[in-house]
């Protein structure tokens, strides 16, 4: 398949095409078009060019057999949450070392990137608190969020894919987003609790 060819595609249209046919090439039209975003977030967490180029691949052969099995609504939001687990899996099996390594670590270790872990971690905390709650909230207000903050699409383009009215479109994000902070903050407090 000739990519240029598809260029006029959107990332919906390749995956309705995918789901119908079950065609690999669709999804490698896909994947092309996210390639640098996967390398980006592989580099991000692997700090390392041989290892987030490997990843990338294996991101690749995680999305061909997986996407089989699951109907997804948002490619890139997707495919992102596969690379960063990937690459978390990654560093937990870096970090699978012998006590001895580790210590050796810890006596050289600048408190500044010390510190710098730490905010790394919570940072993955929160975002798994917001996928995890996002997640919960009603299917309209899930989707116009996703659209909005993920996807960045107008209050327009929401109406236009998913048919709600414009209102209806702003009052499913301001609900959304107010729900979305109650359900986060009740988790943060029952992970303190």
């Not at 949450?81 to 699978?96: F, P, S």
């Not at 810890?106 to 990137?113: A, C, F, G, K, R």
């Amino acid at each position: 398949m000739n990519n240029d060819r598809y260029s006029h595609l959107t990332e919906q249209q390749l995956l309705e095409h995918f789901y119908a046919d079950h065609d690999n090439q669709w999804l490698g039209i896909l994947l092309q078009r996210y390639t640098l975003l996967l390398l980006g977030v592989c580099m991000k967490y692997l700090k390392n060019e041989e290892e987030a180029r490997d990843g990338v691949q294996q991101v690749f052969l995680k999305v061909i057999t997986e996407l089989h099995k699951y109907k997804v609504d948002y490619f890139k939001s997707w495919l992102y949450m596969v690379a960063k687990n990937h690459c978390l899996m990654k560093i937990r099996e870096k970090q699978g070392k012998t006590t001895t390594e580790i210590r050796e670590q810890l006596v050289v270790q600048d408190p500044d990137e010390e510190d710098n872990k730490y905010k790394h971690l919570e940072k993955e905390r929160q975002l798994d608190l917001m996928s995890n709650s996002l997640n919960e909230l009603n299917a309209e207000q899930k989707t116009c969020v996703t659209l909005f903050y993920l996807e960045k699409r107008s209050y327009q383009e929401i109406a236009d894919r998913t048919s709600f009215s414009l209102m209806q479109v702003k009052s499913h994000i301001q609900n959304g987003k107010r729900n979305l902070k109650i359900l986060i903050e009740k988790k943060m407090k029952q992970n303190t609790a």
